[in-house]
């Protein structure tokens, strides 16, 4: 069972490594406040405030769509956690003290 | 923003401050159309006090004046591309005291409103809803697609029967031209007695509702905040005598007729 569900725990948790998370970050800023400038701009220059919420919105959901899914662009640079040290003391599979491979 | 879930959050928190600010720029960017150009002005054509109950089931009789009057106004300046909708009333204003050259407050009361809705933009909720809807094949038709259908062809026709009319009339809507317009509602007074009622003058007054930002007023309300323009309200007038209706003065006729048989007797 724990096979099947780790890959579908994974893709919904959607982990990113520490670059990817401060890439992230500055995306999803920068992305909302140009789509909020937009907004204001088009919706001023057509004078019709209904653009201004519409492309608003649009430009939420896309900024949503580029930050949200774990993009491979926010796992180019995965931590090298360290084993534990019983992994470390030797490498290959021990099974009772006696190495199987 | 290691995870999907925390990822979502943020956004949203800060597609929220983005929304307030943007709906702050909006609502102020109002002042760029100061409206200075609106204006209204308001004429009596026809006033009369007559006797008459609250309800049909009452026993009080008041008084209540009945007015007619003229307005011309020009209040497209005032549509900007915050506004939802104009609410345009005439109001009297009259001395609160039957006792002539009292110094109370005026009163006031309006006589008439009314409505005017901004042009409906193509992009707003309603008119692409319908437009999606019917975009929808038939095989999931229902009695709401067929509905849909109907009020997108209509949305179509009405434009095009717009644009027609434009070279005719001007497109932006607030241009009001009545004559002889019947007030909406009455006046009244506590006392029951308004006839005669001196120093009555008829004003102009709105509020635009915008979108989003502040309830504005029309100058010479005294409310803030307001917009421009001008408005000239009509010349000052007094209230005349009560007027007999004829079924009244049938009444009395009878009435008096009644006395004088009983006397005879």
């Known amino acids: 069972m724990d096979e099947l569900l780790a890959p579908i725990q994974d893709v919904i948790e959607g982990q990113i490594d520490f670059h990817g998370q401060r890439l992230a970050e500055l995306l999803s800023t920068v992305l909302l406040v140009i789509s909020g400038a937009a907004s204001f701009v088009i919706g001023y220059i057509y004078q019709d405030i209904h653009l201004t919420l519409w492309t608003g919105l649009a430009g939420t959901l896309f900024t949503a769509f580029v930050v949200v899914p774990p993009w491979p662009v926010y796992n180019r640079n995965p931590e090298k956690w360290l084993g534990s040290t019983s992994a470390n003391a030797a490498p290959g599979i021990t099974v009772d003290g006696v190495k199987v491979q | ?265």
């Open chain 2, 1 to 265: 923003m290691h995870s999907s879930l925390n990822r979502i959050q943020s956004v949203f928190g800060f597609f929220t401050t983005v929304a307030l600010v943007v709906s702050a720029l909006a609502a102020v960017s109002v002042v760029v159309f100061p409206a200075d150009e609106a204006n209204a002005s308001v004429q009596l054509k026809n006033v009369q006090v007559v006797k008459g109950r609250p309800h049909y089931y009452s026993t009080k009789r008041e008084e209540y004046a009945q007015l007619r009057f003229d307005l011309d106004a020009d209040l497209s300046p005032l549509f900007n591309w915050n506004t939802k909708q104009l609410f345009v009333y005439v109001y009297a204003t009259y001395s609160s005291s039957d006792v002539p050259g009292s110094q109370v407050r005026v009163s006031e009361s309006i006589i008439w409103d009314t409505i005017i809705p901004a042009t409906p933009s193509p992009y707003s909720w309603e008119i692409l809803k319908d437009k999606i809807i019917a975009l929808l094949p038939a095989s999931v038709s229902s009695d709401a697609v067929a509905a849909a259908k109907r009020n997108a062809k209509r949305h179509a026709k009405s434009k095009s029967a717009k644009s027609t009319k434009s070279k005719k009339e001007a497109l932006a809507p607030g241009v009001l031209r009545l004559r002889g317009q019947k007030g909406k509602y009455q006046i009244s007074d506590i006392t029951g007695r308004l006839a005669q009622r001196q120093n009555v003058t008829l004003h102009v007054g709105w509020n635009v509702q915008p979108w989003v930002g502040a309830l504005m007023w029309a100058p010479g309300t005294g409310a803030v905040p307001r917009t421009g323009g001008t408005i000239v309200s009509s010349e000052p007038f007094d209230f005349p005598e009560v007027k007999d209706t004829k079924k009244a003065a049938a009444e009395k006729r009878a009435k008096e007729a009644e006395k004088a048989e009983k006397a005879s007797v």
